[in-house]
């Protein structure tokens, strides 16, 4: 029977700064689709419009996402 090594990896300082930068980009995603959503609902309730929160967020979602792109 052969006995393998387990590949040991190092992590390099930029993969390091890339992944925080990642989580901070998704940190700040959620926050905005947050406050988006907050506003849209709240638009809409002023307005007395059909709609929940639930549309409310997945509108918002889409919303921060056309702009990131």
């Known amino acids: 029977m052969t006995k393998h090594k387990a590949i040991e990896t ?3 300082p930029i ?3 890339i992944t925080k930068l990642v ?8 926050q905005s689709i947050e406050e988006a959503a907050y506003y849209l609902g709240m ?3 002023q307005y007395s419009h059909p709609g929940d929160e639930l549309n409310d ?3 918002a979602e889409k ?6 792109d």
């Open 15 to 17: 993969d390091e700064e």
């Open 63 to 68: 919303a921060v996402k056309a702009n990131l």
């Open 23 to 30: 989580a901070e980009d998704a940190d700040e995603s959620k």
């Open 10 to 12: 190092e992590t390099h």
């Open 43 to 45: 638009q809409r309730k």
């Open 57 to 59: 967020w997945l509108e």
